[in-house]
């Protein structure tokens, strides 16, 4: 079983800045997605962006340029660096985990951080 941990969400202005954090624990397999997806309300979970356990990256066209997927295979642990933060940038956030065991690909999800932008 796989655990995940998200912390570092808040209020911020527009323009301002936020590191959220999610932190792994658990029978992880070595071979995985971490990614971070957002809810805003009354809107379908999106994804935001995707790092591989190789390091590979993908984003959502709508944060390329501000926001940076990183992640520490030592901590097991994914960050998300989002800056010039918008309005429209409000929601709660999830990690997911998405383990590529020989048994067959498995998601876990974190309990989500709520991240607010005012105008």
């Known amino acids: 079983q796989v655990q995940l941990v998200e912390s570092g969400g808040g209020l911020v202005q527009t323009g301002g800045s936020l590191r959220l954090s999610c932190a792994a624990s658990?029978?992880?397999?070595?071979?995985?997605?971490m990614n971070w997806y957002r809810q805003a309300p009354g809107e379908q979970r999106e994804l935001v962006a995707l790092i591989t356990s190789g390091g590979n990256t993908n984003y959502a066209d709508s944060v390329k340029g501000r926001f940076t997927i990183s992640r520490d295979n030592t901590k097991n642990t994914v960050y998300l660096q989002m800056n010039n933060l918008k309005p429209e940038d409000t929601a709660v956030y999830f990690c997911k985990l998405r383990s590529f065991a020989p048994s067959g690909p498995y998601d876990y999800w974190g309990q989500g951080t709520q991240v607010t932008v005012s105008s």
């Open positions: 658990g029978s992880i397999f070595s071979i995985n997605h």
